[in-house]
């Protein structure tokens, strides 16, 4: 029973927020309300705001009654409905303030008319129904099957009404309908009870059933955007925020939808969302983005959490380059302050890994630790991008990303597709023009290496979708059976993409193969038969499919200076590979509902790289001497709890390859592969299929696929095992020839040893604690010294600081 309001404006008067924040003003959104038609709903947002003047959401620090239920009544959630014509009132009491909303109402009582995508469509994508773990799988449930997330109103017409023989509606009896009592309960349903009988949705449902089940006008309005309101909001740790959705129709018509709408947050720790739209922010500071679907169109809310406590005055900070002061801008929103820049020693092995995936040698070590030259950064990253070890790292990572597979393409076939590859990197081609070479790639698979990418990827519409994720950072693959879920990417835009590949094909003469774009193929949509010409994501479909080879046509949009992902992605795609996490993430899913945690900052980068000519080793110079690359992983006070704003480096694994090659260069001796010339280190296969343990237990990937999330790298207990108990790690650290052996047969001071050791496997001089214990130990034991020696190499094997980079 509601509570009277004068006990609830006792009750609420003065409401404390989060921390010692007070309402002190509160607003009714909107002030006053036109409710048309039966049923008709919308949703009150009451802003609050505090005593620093700051809005937060009091809809649900409120009590809500009406003055005439009869005319429209309101739920303890502030949503209003319509029952009947006339005028009225809703009184809202909240934070000692009472509000009055004028509420009128018409057409309540007019017969409804039923349209099965606009009114029935939303009721089962808001319950479920249709989704892939229900009726919308391949196979269905229990003989009943949906097309996913509606995509097709005219197939799920046909399995509701006609499909087991006209049994699941019956118009005579509506509430009986099997559609009707499985949904609710009534009937045993392995779903469980989805909608409840005292619910609109329910009564929409009979209301259709009653009605004779109608299609719906053909030329009804329809969807053309969702807004999301508010569209962005700072909440405080553990505050909340009440979303509305408003859907516009092709003839002016704006409804609010909140109530079938599907709500999702790209990141839980920092924001989750209930099925009614309401976002609760967790202790973690950072943003997040929640989105709402509706019937194909998306919409995106943006919720900031900074940290609770404030501080006194925000520290001023150096700042390297360009990239600094939009991060620290955005750290600035969010009160957490940067930590310190990291020593010499730290950068040397981290800029090493990263941008060459080798470690320093002691040499080396030695060498950049004693410089003093100011510039002994800037110099080292300039030397360290000449070096052949540059492009065999890199050659790696984009051999995954484009699948150099010898047992699709055969071993001649895959190393010619590998060395154009790392020939491109190694002569640091811009990425514009490499891009264009793979995608318009054309002739003889001996001598045209991108040419095996069609080899691989064969289908014309698998091309188009990894090509999108490759070099765009856009996933269209499931816009082939049905609407993107999460994007505004249809069947169309699929089949566009599709249509510049349709004439790519393989063929041979004689013993050669060779890659061709031959002929005028007509692609068509898989649902409505229509033809759907060449046209790329975004662009108008135009009245015929370009003549020639229509790739020409898709390389100079993908890589022109103004197209809006491709600079973007191959930017975010480097920040993360160097930072840890991208700014936009995952980062091949660049969407409009998972929009960049800092759009500035990947602008500039863009920005950035266009400038540069798409000169991949200018950006990651410039993001490598930024102070925020520079950054040590030690937390202070205000970002201990942050991984998503990079206010301090990120522990962060390193690749199999690249590990399993840095045991081999600490130990000092080689790793063999079966099959491979000797001295191969491993970041120089190009063939995943080598068969090798230490490679497969730390995440090598099978390259099946173009996804950065096909390369593992989750510790598991299998990794740790294997660093502890290896045989063949044992043998390399004992070996005569190895690095241990010759550096007690050189060295007769242990504590040299102790010292040359740290530098080798750490790249940097112990610590004067560390120094003791380590000479102590081997002090110890002089009959066995070189045992002694292998126990201490094996140790620092073993550790953190070893095995992450950081």
Known sequence: MRCPLLLVVVLLSGLPVTGQEKIVHVTADPPRLLLRGPGARHSLLLHGTTTEGRLIDATHRAAYQSDDPAIARVTDAGVVQAVGNGTTTIRVASAGKNLTIAVDVQDAHTRPTFHFENDITPILNRYGCNSSGCHGNAEGQNGFKLSVFGSDPVFDYGAIVKEARGRRVLASAPGASLFLTKASGIVAHGGGARIPTESAEFETLRGWIAAGVPVGDPKAPRVT????????????????????????????????????????????????????????????????????????QVAVFRAYVPRADLADAYPKTAEFNF??????????????????????????????????????????????LASKE????????????????????????????????????????????????????????????????????????????????????????????????????????????????????SQTDYFGMQAFFTPVAARKSGKAEYLLAAGNPITKHARTGETVHAHALGVAMPEESPTGDRRLVLSDWLTAPD????????????????????????????????????????????????????????????????????????????????????SRALFRRLDAEVLLDMVSQTTGIPETFTGIPGGTRAVELWDTKVKHYFLKAFGRPSRLSTCECERVTSPTVAQVLHLLNSAEIQAKLSHEAGTVAGLVRRVKDNERIVEELYLTFFSRYPTPDETKTATAYLDRSPERRQEAAEDLAWTLLNTLEFGFNH
């Open 563 to 646: 197209n809006p992902w491709f600079a973007r992605n191959l930017a975010n795609r480097l920040w993360a590979h160097f930072l840890g996490r991208g700014i936009v993430e995952p980062v091949d899913d660049v969407r409009a509902t998972n929009p960049p945690s800092n759009p500035e900052l990947l602008d500039a980068l863009a920005r950035h790289l266009i400038e540069k000519k798409f000169d991949a080793k200018a950006l990651i110079k410039a993001i490598v001497l930024s102070r925020t690359y520079q950054l040590a992983t030690a937390a202070n006070a205000t970002n201990e709890k942050d991984e998503w704003n990079h």
């Open 374 to 489: 100011p510039e002994r950064r800037t110099k080292l990253v300039d030397a360290l991008l000449e070096r052949r070890e540059y492009a065999d790292y890199w050659a790696l990572k984009w051999a995954d990303l484009l699948r150099v597979e010898r047992q699709t393409l055969g071993t001649r076939h895959a190393f010619g597709y590998y060395r154009w590859i790392r020939d491109s990197l190694a002569a640091n081609k811009p990425m514009d023009q490499f891009a264009r070479e793979l995608v318009t790639a054309e002739g003889p698979l001996d001598s045209v290496g991108p040419a095996s990418f069609y080899k691989v990827v064969k289908k014309p519409g698998e091309a188009a979708s990894a090509l999108s994720q490759i070099f765009l950072g856009v996933r269209i693959a499931c816009a082939e059976c049905h609407h993107h879920p999460f994007d505004r990417w």
């Open 225 to 296: 955007a969702i807004e999301m309101q508010p569209s962005e909001r700072r909440l405080s740790p553990k505050g909340q925020q009440q979303l509305r959705v408003m859907a516009t129709y092709s003839d002016g018509k704006i409804v609010d939808v909140t109530h079938h709408a599907r709500f999702q947050s790209n990141n839980e720790a920092l924001a989750s969302v209930n099925s009614f739209g309401l976002v609760s922010a967790g202790e973690v500071p950072g943003d997040a983005a929640v989105m709402a679907s509706f019937l194909g």
């Open 323 to 368: 990239i600094d002061p939009l991060v620290h801008r955005h750290l600035r929103k969010l009160n957490i302050e940067p930590s310190d820049v990291c020593d010499d020693a730290t950068f040397l092995r981290r800029v090493y890994l990263d941008v060459i995936g080798t470690l320093p040698t002691a040499q080396e070590a030695r060498q950049f």
